[in-house]
């Protein structure tokens, strides 16, 4: 049972428009989101991130939006550059005692065409 | 140079060989990860060590074992596999735990014959 669903594993968006890439989840004990990229042939680098306590962070071209009710995330790119085609993790995590569990989705794949 | 190295880049190996897969990182982080991602499947968190000591064994098979020397220096012994263990195996970093980003590798390609 994934407990991090990306349901979409790839994504076309024209160049210049806004990308939305979603993520689900079903453990309300989570508190903390991040975004991965990934480029073939190269390890995840990390990309924003959002605490359960806010409804959004914004980083550049980079806003990640949080809907704790839907247990719902999302990542929005804008513009869009080509730079950006590459798969994307989303990432969840929480603690439970002195250990902490870090669930993975199984990315998306964004294709930004010129 | 990459914080996070890893070595090789690509492993192909029978199931009756011994190998090792090696990560280093450069960043001065406390906490390393190994990962198995298979093709179309999330990553698969395997091993946590914080300073040095593990934290966490997601359930993995005794034909990985790993090994934490100091806080740069990760390996993973490989004995046994089977041919569903192919996948790409990445290393992480990061400074604490969960909460803070992980710098990752670029992982080693590994094939079992």
């Known amino acids: 049972d994934q407990q991090v669903k990306q349901n979409s594993p790839s994504l076309s968006v024209q160049e210049g428009r806004i990308s939305i890439l979603n993520c689900d989840y079903t453990?309300?004990?989570?508190?903390?989101f991040l975004w991965y990229k990934k480029y073939p042939a190269e390890g995840p680098t990390f990309l924003i991130s959002i605490s359960s306590i806010k409804d959004k962070n914004e980083d550049g071209r980079f806003t990640v939006f949080l809907n704790k009710s839907a247990k719902h995330l999302s990542l929005h790119i804008v513009p869009s550059q080509p730079g950006d085609s590459a798969v994307y993790f989303c990432?969840?995590?929480?603690?439970?005692?002195?250990?902490?569990?870090?669930?993975w989705g199984a990315g998306t794949k964004l294709i930004i065409k010129p | 140079e990459t914080g996070v190295t890893q070595t090789p880049r690509h492993l192909v190996m029978g199931m009756t060989n011994k190998k090792s897969l090696k990560c280093e990182q450069h960043?001065?982080?406390?906490?390393m990860y190994w990962y198995k991602q298979s093709a179309k499947k999330p990553l698969e968190l395997m091993f946590v060590y914080n300073f040095k000591e593990q934290t966490e064994n997601n359930s993995v098979p005794s034909r990985f074992s790993p090994e934490c020397p100091n806080s740069s220096h990760l390996f993973l012994h490989l004995h046994t596999l089977q041919p569903e263990d192919s996948a790409l195996y990445l290393c992480?970093?990061?400074?604490?735990?969960?909460?803070?980003?992980?710098?990752f590798g670029d992982g080693t390609r590994l094939s079992i014959l």
């Open positions: 990432a969840a995590t929480f603690r439970m005692d002195s250990n902490y569990q870090l669930i």
């Open positions: 453990n309300s004990m989570f508190d903390y």
């Open positions: 960043l001065g982080h406390n906490a």
């Open positions: 992480a970093s990061s400074q604490g735990d969960g909460y803070q980003p992980q710098h």
